[in-house]
């Protein structure tokens, strides 16, 4: 692999005079991204197996997402059964907007306690509004795995540069 990423030469779409190839080094972080996922996925959907990825939306566009979660939701692309864990903080596959549809069952939230201890709960476990906007429901918190914010702490932090007790 390291061999091929050293020789890799990308180019974009154009006369040959307006888009000379260049290296890896020099492609954006969302085309990379999509590179390092595109590859561990095919082959687990050419030959079945369980892909894990942390952070999945990281640098990906939400489209390069749905392209991902339809190869593997769609039987006739994964037809060995491969399957995708990942962790992400992108909602928009939870939108009304998405094309994938996610059922309940595979979709879990994490939420902090107070002590630090992760809690873990499906969304299956949280009554059911066929009509609902689940990804707005995320955002605003009914579902939990959403962070405690403190803006006033963090512009505290701005304008003196220590936080007051």
Known sequence: LEQVVRRLLLTHQGTADDCPPFSVEEESDGTIAWLAIAVPALEALRGGGLLLVDEIDASLHPHLLEVLLGAFADPLVNAHHAQLIFTSHESYVLSPLSEVRLEPEQIWLTDKTNEGVTELASLADFPKHPDANVAKRYLTGRYGGTPRLS??????????????Q
């Open 151 to 164: 803006p006033s702490l963090f512009a505290a932090l701005v304008d003196t540069g220590e936080v007051q």
